[in-house]
């Protein structure tokens, strides 16, 4: 290399120094748009495919779920916070005037953004592997409800059968009891909530 190629490496190595904190940011701000990308295609995939009722999961996996998608909450928030963090700074912070006390701030903050940016990536991706687990969870944890087989809650309580008929204004079941089976009629207005049921 010749002595100007040189010369120039060293002066834009001396401007870099000057640069750098701005150029980090810049990064920080891509990551924290890229991560946050990310979080929403995961939201959007959730809400198209996950299920929008945990109750049907059997009782020790409907908490494992809800723990998870709360894991994966904070930690998703945290890690948004974080890289806002590092993308601009601590809202309200004062920077001190004079060249020296310029040079510290300015050296310290870098190691702050690096860190930010640094946490921010690991807890979005801890918290999208949590929501993937939740969703894995109430994929195949689900109980399998019995052919047919419903439970129909009514202000005077649950009734447990094979559904017939659901209709508006009436809901037909076939209940077996004492291995005698009869039919039952729940008025629609009567009808809080249908299940289905793994057994009666």
Known sequence: MSAGTDRRWAELARELEFSQLDVLRKQAEGWRNGLLGLTALVTVVTALKGRDDLSALEAP?????????????????????????????????????GGHALREWTLKEIGRVRRAVYISAVALALGVALVVGALFVSWTKTEEPADGLVK????????????????????????????????VVVRGAEVRKITPAKSC
């Open 152 to 183: 129909v809650t009514t202000p005077a309580g649950a009734l447990c059968g094979e559904l017939v008929s659901y209709q508006p204004d009436k809901v037909t079941l076939i209940r077996t009891t004492g291995g005698t089976e009869r039919q």
């Open 61 to 97: 996996w409907r908490t494992v779920a809800v723990w998870l998608l709360v894991g994966a909450f904070l930690l998703l928030l945290a890690g948004s916070l974080f890289a806002v963090r590092a993308s601009f700074g601590r809202p309200g912070e004062r920077v001190r005037l």
